[in-house]
């Protein structure tokens, strides 16, 4: 089946011209199935992740309705509210309104945390047509009575299985009781899990559903590897693909996975110290200098970014080919979100997980998650088949793997390996 072509959408003339300006021709899946649906005005629940053109599926059909229906706004009101995870994504979101709405005559500003509020309350004094916010100071800033949601149209959720990972279920609840019960909203999540559902339920009013990434599937063209090593082997490994890397053609961009932030620090530094032109990224750093960094990485001049999962989120760089998980993350999900930093807006990528010993469990877990196994890359002088073999085998160890009682699966394995991995430190 030929895709159909933007034009055929019915978009406002403004919307039509930026789309002819960005070389925008043939809608993504989600921007397909959404658009329609929102221009109609319906609820919509969507399982996508970033990467998939979900922010132009949802930006311009709200584009739409704000430049076909113009009104007054009051002050320190707005008409859109889109609720993000992260300043980086709230600040992409921002950006995408900016970019869609080029010709379209609308105000939008952010509200996030970690910087001064007076330019953000200032901004909203007039009131906005759009406004992008982090859950955090857009509640202190209500509190403050800078900001009104009485007159929302559009309320968006996006990431909402990160904004619960940090910890913003009250915080978004406390936001949603505030929203007139008249509105349109839109609600994204990369995953499904039980407790995303009950809360989409509580704020969708008879939604449409779209699925474009199945729950816990990793896009197909990112070509998956991990490698089975020692802890202090890791380095030089790293050392070998960062090399081949420099040297390849094209998407020569990558993102190194760290677990902590002391950690990305110090392999960011240990990496400029071998001749490598690496920063790191993560929650510690100003909002200034996060953003220097962003903006050095996606112009080439530092192509080897050190971060860690709260601070890659929402991070949209379209020539990252190759994504290294230096520790495999504790949480399996995130495996999904740090390997979809590469392969953007349908290229190709490259994931390479680096995997010791005390990681077994973690890569378990991932594999469960995902539904397949990860292919092994042995290929380098570090490989350690021992390793291999016990993650080969520890999967059907009696045969079968233990089958804990629904609900108490996820948090029974967790205690488990807490207690080995507790284990493994004291023994080095
Ligand atoms: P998103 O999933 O919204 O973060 O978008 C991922 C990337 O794809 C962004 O860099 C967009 O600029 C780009 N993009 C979105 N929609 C299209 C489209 N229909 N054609 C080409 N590029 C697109």
Redesign the pocket.
Known sequence: MTPTPFEALPLAAPLHRVLRELN?T???PI?AQAIPLLLQGRDLLGCAQ???????GFALPILQALHLHPRQVRPRSCRTLVLAPTRELAGQVGK?FATYGKHVNFRHTLVYGGVGQVPQVNAMRGGVEVLVATPGRLLDLIDQRHIDLSQVEFFVLDEVDRMLDMGFLRDVKRIVAMLPAKRQSLFFSATLAPNIVELARTILRDPAHINIMPETTTAENIDQQVCFLAREDKRPLLDQLLRGQAAAVGQKLTIVFSRTKHGANKLAKSLCAAGFAADAIHGNKSQAAREKALDRFKRGLTPVLVATDVAARGV?V?DVGLVVNFDLPNEPEAYVHRIGRTA??GADGRAVSFCSEDELEFLREIEKIIRMPIPRWDAHAWHIEALAERHRRGKSVGGEPPKPAPGAQRGGQHHHFGRNRRRSGVGR
């Not at 970033?50 to 132009?56: L, P, V, Y």
């Open positions: 925008y043939v809608p993504t921007q970033t990467g998939t053109g979900k922010t132009a995408s949209d379209k953007r807006a």
